[in-house]
């Protein structure tokens, strides 16, 4: 299996996996420093471990980004930076057969992904998508936050409702 690392770096050659059989898998690694996500939301040390897998309408990326940013705590409004975890899957058509040169038709659905005439395939707006997903709705700084107690409800209140709901259900399943 061919093994790529980029680093600071998003596009790999993909032209021999192209030419490979269905099934043929090359693993990527991706390191970037800095990754603007949005206009003033920039994520610093994203990793992403990647699998390229060659299907039939192209090639499927699927893996792992961890990115850290910098993030306001929705509960006691701390500065922090937290890092985060998202997998996702990713198709990229050809927009040339990689044999004979002629050109191919464009995916239809806007979620697919187009790799260009030389057979380059650019992770950079995946990578961003992810990392946006990635970032919480609702950041908070960590377990010591002295907003923790005011402003949800105790922990254990949460956890008795919950069982509740599960004892519930159990109960009708019992009739
Ligand atoms: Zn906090």
């Not at 994203?46 to 990326?61: C, D, M, N, P, Q």
């Not at 950041?139 to 922990?155: A, E, I, T, W, Y």
């Amino acid at each position: 299996m061919i093994a790529t690392h980029l680093h600071n770096d998003t596009v790999v050659n993909v032209a021999q996996l192209l030419k490979a059989r269905v099934g043929a898998v090359r693993t990527v690694t991706v390191h970037l420093d800095d990754l603007a996500l949005d206009q003033d939301l920039e994520a610093r040390n994203l990793e992403a471990g990647l699998k390229f897998t060659r299907i039939a309408s192209g090639i499927l990326v699927s893996g792992e980004v961890t990115v850290t940013s910098p993030q306001v705590c929705a509960r006691c409004l701390t500065e922090f930076e937290g890092t985060y975890v998202e997998s996702f899957e990713a198709e990229y058509w050809p927009s040339v057969d990689v044999f004979t040169g002629l050109p191919l038709p464009e995916p239809t659905d806007d979620e697919i992904f187009v790799i260009d005439e030389n057979h380059q395939l650019d992770l950079r707006e995946i990578l961003r998508q992810v990392a946006i997903l990635a970032q919480p709705i609702r950041p908070v700084c960590g377990p010591d936050c002295p907003g923790f107690q005011s402003l949800l409800p105790d922990s254990e209140d949460i956890a008795d409702a919950r069982l509740a709901v599960l004892q519930a259900l159990l109960d009708d399943r019992a009739d």
